[in-house]
């Protein structure tokens, strides 16, 4: 147990017949107490210090420990979010290259579809013209007939049937 300063100035020392001058030794007693008590005094309060110092580095050492964790954190949060992105950026991709198929195979089929209106028409328009043909060449056929002529001289004159009309 170590000494205190009450310790030192209850000390009490035998006597000899040669001894030491006991004012002397009282105050030098007297000083060693107070030196004493002074380191006693500074080491308490470089324990204190020592203390505070520790629980400034404990303090310290969470927020690292909390930084560390919450860039642990951050990074996770970040590749999950990058990975995200890119599974949503295939995503869409594959979506739009499915719309970009089935867009062409729309257009294609309608160009198709068009394609075979446009030879049915041009089929329906040929025969058209085929009969219209036949047709103008039958009236023109009939036109040239001999039969045309004959009838045009047995027709009276307008004037003539006009003159009947009016005597009649």
Do not use: C
Request: no cysteine; proline share 2%; aromatic share 4%.
């Amino acid at each position: 147990m170590p000494l205190t300063p009450l310790d030192i100035h209850n000390k009490e020392f035998g006597r000899r017949l040669r001894g030491y001058d006991e004012d002397e030794v009282n105050e030098f007693l007297d000083q060693v107490i107070k030196d004493y008590e002074a380191i006693i005094r500074e080491n308490k309060e470089l324990q204190n210090q020592i203390l505070n110092l520790q629980e400034k580095l404990n303090h310290f050492a969470n927020i690292e420990e909390t930084l560390s964790k919450t860039i642990i954190v951050a990074q996770e949060a970040a590749d999950e979010v990058r990975n995200n992105a890119k599974k949503e950026a295939q995503l869409i991709i594959k979506e739009s290259e499915k719309n970009a198929d089935r867009i062409i195979n729309e257009s294609l089929a309608k160009s198709r579809k068009v394609s075979l209106e446009v030879e049915e028409l041009k089929k329906q328009a040929s025969i058209y013209r085929a009969r219209f043909r036949t047709l103008v060449e039958a009236q023109l056929e009939l036109l040239s007939q001999d039969g045309w002529d004959t009838l045009e001289s047995q027709q009276p004159s307008a004037s003539s049937t006009l003159e009947q009309l009016q005597r009649g």
